[in-house]
């Protein structure tokens, strides 16, 4: 059993090393090739109930958070979360896991199946040791797409499914692709890493793919891992996140239920796996965009489970400004934070009128910008009550554009994305 002299600050969390926040220890769970039992799902939220605040976080990573677990209930969470099948066998393996899958994958009929890829990666994470010796943060994305990216945000390493092919892009070179078939997809990901970890060995500096592709260039990379030399990919895009009814044609294959800036409590959530429960549903799939997604195809019962969500305050529609905010917890939950962001971000969603017009929005406490690691159209950081807006940047941007007041974010932020929208 892990000791409490694993906790520590500052990390991407874990179940076996959560970190300390200011609302006591977020403990992190990860999804297995993207996906959780609805029994699972149900038992994270019974856990947080009993050993937490009752509050559960959706990651950027499709990861689930426990927050506000005390040190005396924290054994007893971990021994629950062996119980459930939910824990890893060790602190390295755990921290080694960090794969995103496409939430459609095996749904949509229009998108490969890759989650049998995903499993296989899983499992070879856990069985090379060689490759414990990988950054915390890196992290490997599978879409079943020809897009790379999973809920338009990159991985390390990400694999896209064309209409004939599977191809690899590295972040920092999104736009070049190494072609391979699909028996080959996991050795080629696994030799990829391998040419990383040497890399780092070499040079500590290295913290992601993209400095080594800065350094070396991407071709050198994918050499080094045997592979081709990438060839320009066509650049496309995936579409919005998969919220409300999901369907393809004139058939339902899902429903798509966000979080509100990625938090549900364990009550909402208890609600919502009964109702899917009674609609039939045995599993869950998690998304980047804070989506939780529901394999249905009854369309009546897929209706009722999207009713019973819009009356918890959950997100059932494509159009919910929501959705393209990225808002990190916040004080007093961060310690770390200079504002409530979740209460501001709130009343900003509930003040705006209109469109954002494609732009993106994140609110963050402080510089670290927790959230969202790339730049957004506006970042709003945290000031003492008042925030800092940094357009096209992230949040530890020297370049502040203006200083406004917390109540003056919808009028704000409506103003300067309509002059970005002529």
């Given amino acids: 059993m892990t000791s409490m002299d694993h906790l520590r600050k500052g990390w991407c969390p874990g179940a076996h090393r959560p970190m300390r926040s200011g609302d006591g220890l977020l403990v992190r769970v990860r999804p297995r090739a993207g996906s959780l039992s609805l029994a699972s799902l149900r038992a994270i939220g019974s856990m947080a109930a009993q050993f937490g605040s009752g509050e559960i976080d959706l990651t950027n990573r499709g990861n689930l958070q426990i927050r506000g677990v005390t040190d005396d209930a924290f054994v007893a969470l971990l021994g629950a979360l062996d119980m459930a099948g939910l824990l890893d066998p060790s602190v390295e393996a755990e921290a080694v896991r960090n794969v995103v899958v496409d939430p459609l994958s095996g749904l949509d009929p229009q998108r490969a199946d890759v989650r049998d890829l995903s499993a296989s990666l899983e499992e070879l994470l856990l069985r090379d040791v060689r490759l414990w010796s990988l950054p915390g943060k890196f992290k490997f994305s599978f879409s079943g797409v020809a897009a790379p990216r999973v809920g338009g945000r990159s991985a390390d390493i990400m694999m896209a499914a064309g209409d004939d092919y599977f191809s690899i892009a590295l972040d920092g070179a999104i736009g070049m692709r190494c072609d391979v078939a699909r028996g080959n997809v996991v050795d080629a990901i696994h030799r990829l890493a391998l040419a990383f970890v040497e890399l780092k060995e070499n040079d500590a500096s290295f913290r992601r793919m993209r400095d080594a592709v800065a350094r070396f260039g991407v071709a050198r990379v994918f050499g080094l891992a045997g592979l081709q030399i990438p060839t320009i990919s066509a650049g496309t895009e995936a579409s919005g996140a998969p919220v409300g009814l999901l369907r393809r044609n004139e058939s339902v294959f899902g429903v798509g239920v966000g979080l509100p800036f990625g938090r549900i409590t364990a009550d909402h959530l208890a609600v919502l796996c009964e109702h899917a429960t009674a609609a039939g549903i045995e599993d869950v799939r998690t998304s980047p965009e804070r989506v939780l997604v529901f394999p249905v195809s009854d369309a009546p019962r897929a209706d009722e489970l999207l009713r019973r969500a819009n009356v918890a305050g959950l997100i059932v529609r494509e159009d919910d400004i929501r959705l393209a905010m990225d808002v990190c917890p916040g004080s007093p939950a961060c ?67 203006d200083t406004i007041d917390a109540d003056d974010l919808a009028a704000a932020i409506s103003r300067l994305s309509l002059e970005s929208a002529v």
């Fill in 335 to 401: 310690k770390n934070s200079r504002a409530d962001t979740r209460r501001d971000a709130q009343r900003f969603a509930d003040g705006f009128a209109g469109s954002l017009h494609g732009c993106s929005l994140h609110i963050s406490g402080c510089e670290k910008g927790c959230a969202r690691r790339t730049e957004a159209s506006f970042t709003l950081v945290g000031r003492a009550g008042r925030y800092d807006i940094i357009r096209d940047g992230s949040a530890d941007s020297m370049h502040v554009h």
